[in-house]
């Protein structure tokens, strides 16, 4: 078991620019969501009626499932950088519930 820090390079709610996800310490992986898919994943989202305020964290937590999926029952401890001041507890909900499914 390790502990990884996952960190983003190009902001989920910047639509004009791909978002890449990355994680390190002792593992690593990278994953890139390009701008059109996000423009999708938020499309989809206000369809669904998803409030304004979290389709930005949905998107965010969707991305770090994808990206920590294939490595969940190696890693013991996850550190996200700060993305949305005062949301960590949302995130977090949201990517524990994307994890137990």
Known sequence: ??????????????????????????????????????????????????PRRIRHLRMLAAGFYLLLRDYLDQVAYLTIDIEFAGREEDLRSMLLILIWR
């Open 1 to 50: 078991m390790t502990d990884v820090e996952v960190d983003q390079s190009g902001k989920i709610e910047a639509l004009a620019v791909d978002t890449i996800l990355a994680f390190s310490d002792g593992l690593s992986q990278t994953i890139r969501i390009p701008a059109s898919v996000k423009r999708t994943g938020l499309r989809f989202l206000r369809q669904r009626r998803v």
